[in-house]
């Protein structure tokens, strides 16, 4: 698997975890009761762009969740087996 591949995986397991904790919440909402452009929302949600360090940071913040279960939470909804470094 080419890495652009094995990237957009992570890009599109982040995309559904945000959309699934939102929730019924809108983009708009969420982007302006935090601080948070609603257009960065949306293309992280249309898993077109990867976030900032520190925007997946403010992104868990807004969301009521702690980075690292964040993380954890792409983690475990990529494969068992997946890797960015080819070996």
């Known amino acids: 698997m080419q ?4 990237k957009q ?8 975890i945000i959309k699934k904790l939102r929730g ?3 983009q708009f909402m969420l982007a302006s009761e935090n601080d948070i452009s609603t257009s960065i ?3 992280v949600e249309r898993a077109l ?21 964040l ?3 792409v983690e475990d ?6 890797t960015l470094i080819d070996r």
């Open 24 to 26: 019924r919440q809108s």
């Open 9 to 16: 995986q992570i890009l599109n397991s982040l995309a559904k």
């Open 71 to 73: 993380m954890k939470m």
């Open 49 to 69: 762009k990867d976030p900032q360090f520190t925007t997946f940071f403010k992104l868990a913040e807004a969301l009521n969740i702690k980075p690292y279960k």
């Open 77 to 82: 909804d990529l494969p068992s087996d997946f």
């Open 41 to 43: 929302i949306s293309t």
């Open 3 to 6: 890495i652009y591949d094995r």
